[in-house]
């Protein structure tokens, strides 16, 4: 079962990084080198919701330089019904009608700001008015405006967790349900499904459009969603399980539920001629008549969000080959290691680490003792110290962090093919010299077919050209050795960009769910 820590981390994340741009719409002032790109926002009398809006450079070959920056809103057109807060970052001046704020802009960093808006509790559905927005630097100012609605507050919910499971080149068939929470009717709702290349969306039904690779889809539904009841899928989604997906896998597919509103208003400028309907039956939810309305926005997108999981079943494995490392020096050095393992295959493996469903600290598949008389003073963002007698989550441990004696790392790289090389590397500073220290290099994977291979070592300052060979590892190609550290670790970088990746992170979900933006 998930946490609630690790559910609202998933749910900011949802839709790829591409929506972010889209759901942001510029405008371009004649004699300003930049464009404001902002959003409309809805909000229901009584609460609260996320918006922002950032300066970009129109000439994208040079470094933005900004400088001293203000920004001006005029609240008048929206006065009556809302008000609105700035968040952070900026120095402001408030008025009843308008706010101006100003910030130092370093260079290559461009000017964003995020503000809260509240619906007054005596607002109407309906009523709107729009931001005035500029922007001034370097004596040129840019124009923009974000129209804020009153809407109708609604709540869709839905399960924590599906499963459903398959074989490599069948289908999985994942169920979805959602519910009204709230005390008024919910004039239809969007499905967005967000997949990855090894459990892609298979679907084809004309209701749901799908890009080519089915790593999304948007299922379109016009029921009415009653008070208190819940409704399931006509048909369960069918996920294809790709022929490469390692048996006994467990990959994940996000279940989105919203009003058709909020939908509209976040996807509206998104190029929509990237996805296609399908061609077979509707998917439905239950008959229902349309009537006239008015918008509804999701007072609480926390419980709208699905965690789906998909279990490869069959008897397509991959086999890990782990690969031995030495390093030589003296007392103080700081020498590099880089112990890791090949994917021998035949089964591509997925991603595991962080978001992996039900994942604990013993399930990561990769272990690392350290040897004696060294210290990590530097250590991979995919690993993290072994301790498990600790309470274990993944979203605060210590990635990254030096000085442990063992690790338990993920898997990052994606996809992570047949003969593909996974390397880890850590600085170990020589506290003592001693020859042959030894520490182990271990992966641990469910199904690996191939037992003998799964164990390396780590060897310092050995006393034979094969120092780092024995107990099932692989052979030492020699790129260990005595090398400095020098500047940021690129697996920091690197594991932070697979993370990101293999999570498929959204924007205008992180904006509206973590207070936060993702420019892709």
Request: hydrophobic share 40%; glycine share 12%; aromatic share 8%.
């Amino acid at each position: 079962m998930l946490t609630h820590s690790t559910r609202r981390w998933l749910a900011g994340l949802g839709v790829a990084g591409a929506f972010v741009a889209a759901s942001a719409s510029p405008a371009v002032a004649a004699d300003a080198p930049f464009e404001i790109a902002t959003h409309d926002l809805l909000v229901a009398p009584g609460h609260m919701d996320y918006g922002w809006f950032y300066a970009q450079p129109t000439d994208t070959e040079s470094e933005p330089k900004f400088g001293r920056t203000s920004v001006d809103i005029d609240l008048s057109a929206v006065a009556g019904f809302a008000t609105v807060e700035p968040m952070w970052g900026w120095t402001c001046d408030a008025a009843p009608t308008k706010l101006h704020c100003e910030a130092d802009i370093e260079d290559g960093d461009s000017p964003s700001f995020d503000y809260q808006v509240y619906g007054k509790e005596d607002a109407k559905p309906g009523q709107k008015g729009a931001l005035a927005i500029s922007i001034t630097s370097g004596g040129k100012t840019a124009k923009a405006a974000t129209n804020i609605t009153v809407a109708e507050g609604v709540d869709l919910t839905s399960d924590p967790t599906v499963e459903a499971s398959g074989a490599p080149g069948g289908n999985a068939l994942l169920p979805g349900v959602v519910r009204n929470a709230g005390e008024t009717p919910v004039e239809g709702a969007v499905l967005v499904v967000q997949a990855q290349y090894l459990a892609p969306y298979g679907g084809d039904f004309s209701n749901c459009k799908s890009d080519e690779w089915g790593s999304v889809a948007f299922c379109a539904f016009d029921t009415k969603i009653e008070p208190g009841k819940s409704y399931k899928l006509s048909e369960n989604l069918p996920i294809k399980v790709t022929s490469e997906a390692r048996t006994g896998a467990a990959l994940p597919v996000m279940l989105d539920w919203w009003t058709t509103d909020d939908w509209d208003l976040a996807f509206k400028d998104w190029f929509l001629d990237d996805v296609k309907p399908g061609k077979g039956e509707k998917l439905r939810l239950v008959e229902s008549a349309s009537a006239a309305r008015v918008p509804q926005t999701d007072l609480d997108h926390m419980n709208n969000f699905t965690v789906g999981t998909v279990r490869v079943t069959g008897d397509n494995h991959a086999d890990l080959a782990t690969k031995a490392t030495t390093a030589s020096g003296k007392k103080g050095d700081v020498v590099t290691v880089a112990p890791g393992f090949t994917n021998l295959g035949p089964a591509v493996l997925e991603y595991l680490g962080q978001g992996t469903p039900g994942i604990q600290l013993e399930d990561l598949p990769v272990r690392v003792s350290i040897p004696a008389d060294t210290t990590v003073v530097e250590a991979p963002f995919d690993c993290v110290p072994f301790t498990p007698e600790k309470e274990w989550d993944p979203w605060n441990a210590g990635w990254g962090e030096p000085g442990a004696k063992e690790y338990a790392c993920q898997v990052l790289e994606t996809p992570n093919d047949k003969d593909f090389e996974s390397l880890y590397e850590f600085g170990l500073r020589i506290d003592k010299v001693v020859p042959d220290a030894t520490g182990v290099f271990t992966t641990a994977l469910t199904g690996d077919p191939n037992k003998s291979n799964d164990t390396a070592k780590i060897v310092i300052n050995p006393t034979s050209t094969d120092g780092g060979n024995g107990g099932g590892g692989g052979d030492d190609d020699g790129d260990g050795g005595s090398l400095p550290i020098t500047g940021q670790s690129t697996g920091l970088i690197a594991g932070l960009g697979a993370l990101l990746l293999a999570a498929g992170v959204g924007g205008y979900l992180v904006a509206k769910r973590r207070r936060t933006r993702f420019v892709a």
